[in-house]
């Protein structure tokens, strides 16, 4: 598995970098209302170019076909795997043999019913005894959102019971300097 991620979101040429994407990544990027939301979209996109061309040699752009749920995958490689995910402080792309799902998520403020439709009660206790609540409710949003990438279901019903399930396995980083948190999930494989 290789991890990717920038914080360089002003720091390249936007323009040139819409040039040399690819045509169905390009019209997806230019769909966002803002300047970041464009940025982060090419960004994430760069990151994945990166990966295939470090890891596979893959040098043209990448062209995605949508499961049924929208998630992703790679016209014409089976083979490789990857996520891509982004917040206002960072773009991430993991790519890998193996099915992979990430997140990565600000650390913002949050309100109780949102708590409480999300986590179960156990996960409830663990947020409300953290030093941090913040952090603790983004550190487990971003496991059951990567679990959910992973799993290629989105945003479901299993929302609340979705870490639970004994075959996924998580890494997750906080940075605490610019407050985003990522997770990343795979199966774990018995051997």
């Given at each position: 598995m290789h991890i990717y991620l920038s914080q360089d979101i002003w720091?390249?040429?936007?323009?040139?970098?819409?040039?040399?994407?690819?045509?169905?990544?390009?019209?997806?990027?230019?769909?966002?209302?803002?300047?970041?939301?464009?940025?982060?979209?090419?960004?994430a996109y760069q990151l994945l170019k990166r990966g295939l061309a470090e890891v596979y040699g893959i040098r043209e752009n990448p062209v995605f076909e949508y499961n049924e749920h929208g998630k992703p995958m790679i016209?014409?490689?089976?083979?490789?795997?990857?996520?891509?995910?982004?917040?206002?402080?960072?773009?991430?792309?993991?790519?890998?043999?193996?099915?992979?799902?990430?997140?990565?998520?600000?650390?913002?403020?949050?309100?109780?019913?949102?708590?409480?439709?999300?986590?179960?009660?156990?996960?409830?206790?663990?947020?409300?005894?953290a030093e941090d609540q913040a952090i603790a409710f983004i550190r487990l949003w971003t496991m059951k959102e990567s679990a959910l990438k992973l799993i290629g279901t989105g945003i479901s019903n299993e929302l609340k019971q979705v870490l639970q399930q004994e075959n996924l396995q998580f890494q997750t980083f906080v940075d605490t300097q610019r407050r985003f948190v990522y997770s990343i999930c795979h199966f774990n494989i018995k051997k």
């Open positions: 720091d390249f040429d936007l323009d040139a970098a819409l040039g040399e994407i690819s045509e169905q990544r390009r019209e997806q990027a230019l769909k966002f209302k803002h300047e970041l939301g464009t940025r982060l979209c090419v960004l016209v014409g490689h089976p083979e490789i795997f990857f996520n891509l995910s982004h917040c206002k402080e960072a773009a991430i792309c993991v790519v890998s043999d193996q099915p992979v799902g990430v997140d990565v998520e600000s650390v913002r403020s949050f309100n109780e019913s949102l708590v409480r439709y999300t986590m179960n009660e156990a996960e409830v206790e663990e947020i409300e005894s």
